[in-house]
Structures are given as structure tokens and as C-alpha cells.
């Protein structure tokens, strides 16, 4: 498929904003998977410029730390000739005394087409997107969606095996808090795949059966059914009682490590939405290894961030 | 304003007699008069209303009933308050503890009895706190609360948490002869919780107030009841887990009653994927099987009191994020719409039992002269048009604040009039 930059959008795409996987086909996250490779092709990888949203603003609103995400963004958004504008809040909008919503209507007012949103908690760009008239981008939201982590997911899979149809995917950690495995569970049973989750049982609920996706506790067990390890980040930060006795006893029960990987499929894939906690989620060896593709999930990261910026921005902007 | 009226051919209900049928109802110096008079015995200059198709009994009775005066008027005043009630058909209203400051002195019960009685609206009856600064730490001075005018004693909307305290509670009240209305849960299970945990929760990714917060404090409080013969109310019940405790702890015959809030009896948890703030309620909008629960629980008399759980917010504070946001719903003006809707209509209630469980029962619990239509009582009456659907509309509403998730529902049955000692001090359309 082809696609031409300088006509109007594709019209299977009928979304203003891109809140999650969730509510998503497989047809439109075909959609996007296929444009992210053309955009990639189209910016020779990102050495030229194009000016599809030339004259368009995006503005990125994280009340969460990142940078690779934001940074992530920004580079989308100039590779395409837009604008990018920078706005950071730690903390809850209560405590400056303006609400959530009063600090998005204030930068929407400057002009911006785009707001690109992370925030602590489930639902904020859903909000957001009741009250603006500006496309909204979820960044990541608290535990419940992060979906263009779960495309970019998807798109480093669909390149280094053709299809996703049939792979058994697993993923380990930390299922609980991720924002990422839930993208990445929506998205990898729409194309096919076989979704795994995998982790201590206090942060892996039974109930994820009930969407027909494998519950499992022993890494060991399932590993060499995998053709797909995506390894999540313990997040420290959003837990109140630790879920797991020690850091030393996670590794030992999910770490990637060398002996691991020698149980492993011999073309097994290791990816890791990142930050990663080196020693904890997986061992240097493997991080850097052959098998680990986190890298090519960051480069794609980039084309995929165009793609989605440029089915929502740039029906109008197309010149 | 004349508190003497013939109100004819309304449908009367009393389930405190056992009545149900279609009569002339006298009410005369602000109290029933009885059915049936003859003309000759009518005083004269007397009103009358010709409330033809209309239901009548005895005006509904709350527990527990959030306003904000004194201290946080942005979301209800007492006026806005008791106004609202009245248009919900809730003549007497057991008010929470939960002002700023706390309802634990006899200063504050004092303040809130004159700005009641000034407001001249619903009857306004304070509950008072069981610890002191609703803390949970200690005793508050319960025996001054109940000299100073608190029909029961209460730290809701908060739990307590503290067994021993709660122990202690239910034993010190026992001397004054007053309940203790509690909502259980235990707090290290769902502190900073925003929804029910099941499979909506688990796709949101919201934090959880699982099902078991609310049984293990059911069941607790059932055995400390046992063990102190202290009266005790769980005012808002809403799993499968604490309905069947209570249905087992009834065979018992201890002294407990147990209540649900209106919306857990109809609100599902996966209106949450909304990401709307006003569908953010404790107890949580639970799921499909515990609603089940409930509404047996309702049917076979398990459930004796439904009170509103009416909790005001202020817009701004529903405005912010998710797990910022406070709980509540405003509700007073529409549980008779709710229980019409979703108890009636299906055939889980008949009226007598839906009176019973909104007017008589929470009245003897808190033993007030109410809920009932007997000659002699105070004439606290609600007129109903059971058949009359209607539009929730919040900013219409006489409550200040705007937070229900039932906004643009249709619901059926609508208060016509309500009378508070035989004045009509509501009247739909004025």
C-alpha cells in the first residue's frame, strides 16, 4: 500500500482523538502500523523534514516525569514541520489551586491543535478531550492505557516477524500499574496474537481471563511457548504495600537472564518498554544482546508518534 | 400558613397499619385526623385537595444525609439542603456528622437545630459524632450529644476502623439507648480507591475498593454487636458478601438493621468507564451480581432502610482528576424516582414495602414520631404521582450542587407535595 502524503487522509480513520487501544480495530491499527513504515521510508529514518503539518501546533502537557516519550513526541511532531510547545507540572493541579482542566482550556487558548497528555490518573485525556476542542493524545494514563507504547509494541513485532497472527507474547512484570500492558494486551488480540501476562500473583489478576488472555506465574513455565517477551518496569513509585517480598527475589523468579535465554526459542525477541531497571527486569547481557530489540522499539516509537499525529492533525493542515 | 386539609382520593399507604386504599385523608392542626370523616365532622376554612391518581403516605425519613453547613456551604447549605429534601419527598432528615467542624459538641448540635428550625423546611434531626473530631481515636462525649438533641450517633460517611474503638462505641451508646449508624469499610483495603475492583477496574486501571473492604467490616461489626448488645445500623451495605451476612446474623435476632444507599441498588461499576467523576461514590457503584444480591436482600426484607446517600460536591471539586475528586452523589430529589424505577416498576417492592423501608423503619430506628399516618402523629406527608416520568435535570434541582451521574435519565414517579406537620412546604412547580 501507498500512500499519498499530499491528498487527504485515509477514510477508514474517523477518530478525533487517540485516547487507547481499546476502542480501536484491528483495521485502524493496521492503519496506523502501515503508515508509521511509510513515514519512516518517507523521512529516509529521519534525515529529511516534510512540512505535512507545517503551520499546526503540538503542545506536550506531562504532570508525569519522561523523556523519552516527550522527547519522543517533540521529534514527531518536527519532523513533520509543526510546532511543538513544552509544558510540565509535577504534582496534582489542586495543589497550584487551578484544576486539571483550567490548565488545558489556558494552552489550548494559545493556539495549540494538539494536546499530547500524561498524567497519574486513569481518565484525564478522556476529560480533556470532553473539554477541548484541540486533538488529545494520551501519553499515558496513570496504570490504564499508554497507546502509542502499545503500538510502537506492536509495530517492532510486525516488523521483525511479518504478522502477529498465532505468536505467543507474554508479558512479565508488573501487570497491575502498566498502562503498557494493557495497550499491548487490546492491540495484540485484535491482530491475532496470544497475549500472556505473567508475574507475581499480586500483580497479576486472575481476571484477565475473563478477556481471554493467559494468566501465569511462573516465567519458567511459559518460556518456551514465547516468541515475544515484553518486559515491564517495576513501578516502585505507584506502590503502597511492595507486592513482592524483595527486588533480589523478583529477579530471581521473572529477571531475563543469560541461563534464561538458552530455554528460550532459538528467534525469540526481548523488548522492554523502558526505563528499564538493568539487573532487575532483565540482565545487561540481554538488554544488549541479540535477541533484544528495545532499541528498534525506540526508533519506532518516532515513526509511529507521526503516524498518529498526522491522522489527527492533517486533514486541514495538508497543503 | 393553614395546616388543616381534606386531601381526597389519593391511594393512601401506611405500612405501619397494614393500609392500602383510596380514601379522604384529615388533617387538622398539624396532625392526622384519620381517614374516612364524615362531612359534618370537617372544621371549617379547610383546604381541600382532590389528589385523584396521586399516592400518599407517610414523608420519607434519611439517615445519615450529607449537607455542608457549617463548613463547606460551597457545596450545601442547610437551606439548599433541606429544600432539596423536600422535593424528594424526605420529610425528616438524620443529618451526618460529617460538617466542619464536627457535629461532637453540643455547640455545633445547637447550631445546626437553630439553622434548621429558622429554614423552617424538612425536620432537621443531627446525628452526632462517635469519636471525638470524627478521628477515630476516641470516644466523642456521647452522652452530652444525646442530651443536646442527637437521635443516634455516627462517624459516617468515614468508617471505623478501629475495632476496639467501634467495640467501645457500640457498648457506650447501648447506655443512652441510641444507635450507632456505620458504614462499613475497612480502610487498609481500599484506602485511595476510586471504584469497585472487578473487570471494569481492571481494564481502567483505577484503584480498587475491592468487595471484601465492605464484607470483613459487615461481619465484624455483626459479631461485636453480638458481643456488646450494642443497637447498631450498617447504613450502607452494597455486596453479595455483607447481604448475606446479614440475612445469617438476622436468624440470630440481634439488634441490627441494615440499609442501602438508593444508587447501589441499580448502579453498575461500568459506568465508571465514562472517566466521570459523579459516577464516583462510596460505597462504589458495585457490579452486576452484588446488585443481584442487593435487590434480593431488598425483596426478602434483609435490607430494612433505604436512605439516599445524598453528598453534595461542588463543581469545581468534581472538575478535578479522577482520584482527586471527593466521592458522592447528590440524591435526595431522586430516590423516589430511583426506587419507583428500578424497585417498583420490576416488581422487587410493593409500595407498602418501599414505605416501610424509606419512612417507618428508619423512623423507629431512630425513634422519631414519624412514618406513619396514624391519628394523633404529625402530619409529615408526601404526595406522589407514580406514573409521572420525568427528565433528571441537576441545574433545575433545589439542591446548590450538581454532582449526580444520573443527569438526563428518565425516571418514573415524582413528588407532587410534601407536608411537614401539616404544612405544605413543597409543592412541584412552585
Same mark, same amino acid.
Given at each position: 500500500?501507498?500512500?499519498?502524503?499530499?491528498?487527504?487522509?485515509? &477514510?477508514?480513520?474517523k477518530?478525533?482523538?487517540?485516547?487507547?487501544? &481499546?476502542?480501536?480495530?484491528?483495521? &485502524?491499527?493496521?492503519?496506523?502500523?502501515?503508515?508509521?513504515?511509510?513515514?519512516?521510508?518517507?523521512? &529516509?529514518?529521519?534525515?529529511v523534514?516534510?512540512?505535512?503539518?507545517?503551520?499546526?501546533?503540538?503542545?506536550?502537557?506531562?504532570?508525569?516525569?519522561?523523556?523519552?516519550?516527550?522527547?519522543?513526541?517533540?521529534?514527531?511532531?518536527?519532523?513533520?514541520?509543526?510546532?511543538?510547545?513544552?509544558?510540565?507540572?509535577?504534582?496534582?493541579?489542586?495543589?497550584?489551586?487551578?484544576?486539571?482542566?483550567?490548565?488545558?482550556?489556558?494552552?489550548?487558548?494559545?493556539?495549540?491543535?494538539?494536546?499530547?497528555?500524561?498524567?497519574?490518573?486513569?481518565?484525564?485525556?478522556?476529560?480533556?478531550?470532553?473539554?477541548?476542542?484541540?486533538?488529545?493524545?494520551?501519553?499515558?494514563?496513570?496504570?490504564?492505557?499508554? #497507546?502509542t507504547?502499545?503500538?510502537?509494541?506492536?509495530?517492532?513485532?510486525?516488523?521483525?516477524?511479518?504478522?502477529?497472527?498465532?505468536?505467543?507474547?507474554?508479558?512479565?512484570?508488573?501487570?497491575?500499574?502498566?498502562?503498557?500492558?494493557?495497550?499491548?494486551?487490546?492491540?495484540?488480540?485484535?491482530?491475532?496474537?496470544?497475549?500472556?501476562?505473567?508475574?507475581?500473583?499480586?500483580?497479576?489478576?486472575?481476571?484477565?481471563?475473563?478477556?481471554?488472555?493467559?494468566?501465569?506465574?511462573?516465567?519458567?513455565?511459559?518460556?518456551?511457548?514465547?516468541?515475544?517477551?515484553?518486559?515491564?518496569?517495576i513501578?516502585?513509585?505507584?506502590?503502597?504495600?511492595? #507486592?513482592?517480598?524483595?527486588?533480589?527475589?523478583?529477579?530471581?523468579l521473572?529477571?531475563?537472564?543469560?541461563?534464561?535465554?538458552?530455554?528460550?526459542?532459538?528467534?525469540?525477541?526481548?523488548?522492554?518498554?523502558?526505563?528499564?531497571?538493568?539487573?532487575?527486569?532483565?540482565?545487561?547481557?540481554?538488554?544488549?544482546? #541479540?535477541?533484544?530489540?528495545?532499541?528498534?522499539?525506540?526508533?519506532?516509537?518516532?515513526?509511529?508518534?507521526?503516524?498518529?499525529?498526522?491522522?489527527?492533525?492533517?486533514?486541514k493542515?495538508?497543503? | 400558613?393553614?395546616?388543616?386539609?381534606?386531601?381526597?382520593?389519593?391511594?393512601?399507604?401506611?405500612p405501619?397499619?397494614?393500609?392500602?386504599?383510596?380514601?379522604?385523608?384529615?388533617?387538622?392542626?398539624?396532625?392526622?385526623?384519620?381517614?374516612?370523616?364524615?362531612?359534618?365532622?370537617?372544621?371549617?376554612?379547610?383546604?381541600?385537595?382532590?389528589?385523584?391518581?396521586?399516592?400518599?403516605?407517610?414523608? *420519607?425519613?434519611d439517615?445519615?444525609?450529607?449537607?455542608?453547613?457549617?463548613?463547606?456551604?460551597? +457545596?450545601?447549605?442547610?437551606?439548599?439542603?433541606?429544600?432539596?429534601?423536600?422535593?424528594?419527598?424526605?420529610?425528616?432528615?438524620?443529618?451526618?456528622?460529617?460538617?466542619?467542624?464536627p457535629?461532637?459538641?453540643?455547640?455545633?448540635?445547637?447550631?445546626? $437545630?437553630? /439553622?434548621?428550625?429558622?429554614?423552617?423546611?424538612? /425536620?432537621?434531626?443531627?446525628?452526632?459524632?462517635?469519636s471525638?473530631?470524627?478521628k477515630?481515636?476516641?470516644?466523642?462525649?456521647?452522652?452530652? $450529644?444525646?442530651?443536646?438533641?442527637?437521635?443516634?450517633?455516627?462517624?459516617?460517611?468515614?468508617?471505623?476502623?478501629?475495632?476496639?474503638?467501634?467495640?467501645?462505641?457500640?457498648?457506650?451508646?447501648?447506655?443512652?439507648?441510641?444507635?450507632? $449508624?456505620?458504614?462499613?469499610?475497612?480502610?487498609?483495603?481500599?484506602?485511595?480507591?476510586?471504584?469497585?475492583?472487578?473487570?471494569?477496574?481492571?481494564?481502567?486501571?483505577?484503584?480498587?475498593?475491592?468487595?471484601?473492604?465492605?464484607?470483613?467490616?459487615?461481619?465484624?461489626?455483626?459479631?461485636?454487636?453480638?458481643?456488646?448488645?450494642?443497637?447498631?445500623?450498617?447504613?450502607?451495605?452494597?455486596?453479595?458478601?455483607?447481604?448475606?451476612?446479614?440475612?445469617?446474623?438476622?436468624?440470630?435476632?440481634?439488634?441490627?438493621?441494615?440499609?442501602?444507599?438508593?444508587?447501589?441498588?441499580?448502579?453498575?461499576d461500568?459506568?465508571?468507564?465514562? *472517566?466521570?467523576?459523579?459516577?464516583?461514590?462510596?460505597?462504589?457503584?458495585?457490579?452486576?451480581?452484588?446488585?443481584?444480591?442487593?435487590?434480593?436482600? $431488598?425483596?426478602?426484607?434483609?435490607?430494612?432502610?433505604?436512605?439516599?446517600?445524598?453528598?453534595?460536591?461542588?463543581?469545581?471539586?468534581?472538575?478535578?482528576?479522577?482520584d482527586?475528586?471527593?466521592?458522592?452523589?447528590?440524591?435526595?430529589?431522586?430516590?423516589?424516582?430511583?426506587?419507583?424505577?428500578?424497585?417498583?416498576?420490576?416488581?422487587v417492592?410493593?409500595?407498602?414495602?418501599?414505605?416501610a423501608?424509606?419512612?417507618?423503619?428508619?423512623?423507629?430506628?431512630?425513634?422519631?414520631?414519624?412514618?406513619?399516618?396514624?391519628?394523633?402523629?404529625?402530619?409529615?406527608?408526601?404526595?406522589?404521582?407514580?406514573?409521572?416520568?420525568?427528565?433528571?435535570?441537576?441545574?433545575?434541582?433545589?439542591?446548590?450542587?450538581?454532582?449526580?451521574?444520573?443527569?438526563?435519565?428518565?425516571?418514573?414517579?415524582?413528588?407532587?407535595?410534601?407536608?411537614? +406537620?401539616?404544612?405544605?412546604?413543597?409543592? /412541584?412547580?412552585?
Amino acid at each position: 500500500m501507498t500512500f499519498a502524503f499530499s491528498s487527504s487522509l485515509p &477514510e477508514q480513520w474517523k477518530h478525533r482523538h487517540l485516547l487507547g487501544l &481499546e476502542n480501536l480495530s484491528a483495521d &485502524e491499527i493496521t492503519l496506523i502500523l502501515d503508515l508509521a513504515e511509510h513515514l519512516h521510508t518517507a523521512t &529516509e529514518g529521519g534525515r529529511v523534514k516534510l512540512d505535512l503539518l507545517k503551520g499546526r501546533t503540538v503542545a506536550n502537557l506531562f504532570f508525569e516525569n519522561s523523556t523519552r516519550t516527550r522527547n519522543s513526541f517533540s521529534l514527531a511532531a518536527k519532523r513533520l514541520g509543526a510546532d511543538t510547545v513544552e509544558f510540565s507540572s509535577s504534582g496534582s493541579s489542586v495543589s497550584k489551586g487551578e484544576t486539571f482542566i483550567d490548565t488545558a482550556k489556558t494552552i489550548e487558548a494559545m493556539g495549540v491543535d494538539a494536546v499530547v497528555v500524561r498524567h497519574a490518573t486513569p481518565g484525564t485525556p478522556h476529560l480533556l478531550a470532553r473539554h477541548l476542542e484541540a486533538a488529545v493524545i494520551n501519553a499515558g494514563d496513570g496504570p490504564h492505557e499508554h #497507546p502509542t507504547q502499545g503500538l510502537l509494541d506492536l509495530c517492532t513485532i510486525r516488523q521483525k516477524r511479518g504478522s502477529l497472527e498465532g505468536l505467543t507474547v507474554a508479558l512479565v512484570g508488573d501487570i497491575a500499574h502498566s498502562r503498557t500492558a494493557r495497550s499491548n494486551i487490546w492491540g495484540l488480540l485484535k491482530l491475532g496474537a496470544k497475549p500472556i501476562v505473567c508475574g507475581p500473583a499480586t500483580l497479576v489478576s486472575k481476571t484477565w481471563e475473563k478477556f481471554g488472555v493467559e494468566v501465569a506465574y511462573s516465567l519458567d513455565e511459559i518460556l518456551p511457548r514465547c516468541d515475544v517477551l515484553n518486559l515491564l518496569r517495576i513501578q516502585f513509585e505507584r506502590q503502597a504495600i511492595r #507486592p513482592f517480598p524483595s527486588v533480589h527475589e523478583y529477579a530471581l523468579l521473572y529477571a531475563m537472564t543469560n541461563e534464561r535465554m538458552k530455554r528460550s526459542k532459538p528467534d525469540i525477541l526481548i523488548m522492554a518498554p523502558g526505563p528499564i531497571n538493568r539487573g532487575v527486569e532483565l540482565t545487561p547481557e540481554v538488554a544488549d544482546g #541479540p535477541h533484544s530489540v528495545i532499541l528498534k522499539q525506540v526508533t519506532n516509537g518516532i515513526s509511529i508518534r507521526m503516524a498518529v499525529l498526522w491522522l489527527l492533525l492533517g486533514k486541514k493542515g495538508v497543503r | 400558613m393553614n395546616n388543616s386539609w381534606l386531601i381526597e382520593n389519593a391511594r393512601w399507604i401506611d405500612p405501619s397499619v397494614g393500609l392500602d386504599r383510596v380514601g379522604r385523608l384529615l388533617i387538622q392542626d398539624g396532625r392526622f385526623a384519620g381517614l374516612d370523616c364524615r362531612d359534618g365532622d370537617l372544621p371549617k376554612g379547610i383546604q381541600h385537595i382532590d389528589a385523584r391518581g396521586l399516592i400518599g403516605g407517610p414523608g *420519607f425519613v434519611d439517615l445519615g444525609t450529607i449537607f455542608g453547613e457549617p463548613g463547606r456551604e460551597e +457545596d450545601e447549605t442547610l437551606t439548599t439542603g433541606l429544600h432539596s429534601a423536600l422535593a424528594g419527598g424526605f420529610t425528616s432528615i438524620a443529618m451526618s456528622s460529617s460538617t466542619e467542624p464536627p457535629i461532637d459538641s453540643a455547640a455545633s448540635v445547637q447550631f445546626v $437545630l437553630q /439553622k434548621a428550625a429558622r429554614a423552617s423546611l424538612a /425536620k432537621l434531626y443531627p446525628l452526632g459524632c462517635v469519636s471525638k473530631e470524627r478521628k477515630g481515636e476516641e470516644l466523642a462525649e456521647i452522652g452530652s $450529644l444525646v442530651e443536646s438533641g442527637v437521635v443516634a450517633l455516627s462517624d459516617a460517611p468515614r468508617s471505623i476502623d478501629n475495632t476496639a474503638l467501634m467495640r467501645r462505641a457500640l457498648e457506650y451508646c447501648s447506655m443512652f439507648d441510641r444507635p450507632l $449508624l456505620a458504614h462499613p469499610e475497612v480502610m487498609s483495603l481500599s484506602r485511595g480507591g476510586v471504584m469497585h475492583e472487578d473487570m471494569t477496574q481492571l481494564v481502567l486501571g483505577l484503584p480498587p475498593m475491592p468487595a471484601e473492604a465492605e464484607d470483613l467490616a459487615t461481619a465484624r461489626d455483626l459479631r461485636l454487636v453480638e458481643a456488646t448488645g450494642g443497637r447498631l445500623h450498617l447504613l450502607s451495605i452494597s455486596t453479595s458478601g455483607s447481604v448475606d451476612l446479614c440475612r445469617g446474623a438476622r436468624g440470630r435476632h440481634l439488634p441490627f438493621t441494615a440499609g442501602i444507599y438508593i444508587a447501589n441498588a441499580h448502579m453498575l461499576d461500568e459506568q465508571l468507564k465514562s *472517566f466521570d467523576a459523579n459516577c464516583k461514590i462510596n460505597p462504589p457503584m458495585r457490579s452486576a451480581s452484588h446488585i443481584a444480591a442487593c435487590l434480593a436482600g $431488598l425483596a426478602d426484607g434483609t435490607i430494612d432502610i433505604i436512605s439516599s446517600g445524598h453528598r453534595p460536591c461542588s463543581l469545581e471539586k468534581k472538575m478535578q482528576e479522577l482520584d482527586a475528586a471527593p466521592f458522592g452523589m447528590v440524591s435526595l430529589e431522586t430516590t423516589l424516582g430511583q426506587v419507583v424505577t428500578h424497585l417498583i416498576r420490576p416488581g422487587v417492592l410493593d409500595w407498602s414495602a418501599a414505605f416501610a423501608k424509606l419512612s417507618l423503619n428508619p423512623a423507629k430506628l431512630l425513634g422519631i414520631d414519624a412514618g406513619s399516618l396514624a391519628p394523633g402523629k404529625p402530619a409529615d406527608l408526601v404526595l406522589i404521582d407514580p406514573d409521572q416520568s420525568w427528565t433528571v435535570d441537576a441545574p433545575a434541582m433545589k439542591t446548590k450542587a450538581y454532582n449526580t451521574p444520573l443527569q438526563g435519565t428518565e425516571l418514573h414517579g415524582m413528588v407532587i407535595a410534601s407536608f411537614v +406537620d401539616g404544612e405544605r412546604r413543597y409543592k /412541584k412547580g412552585d
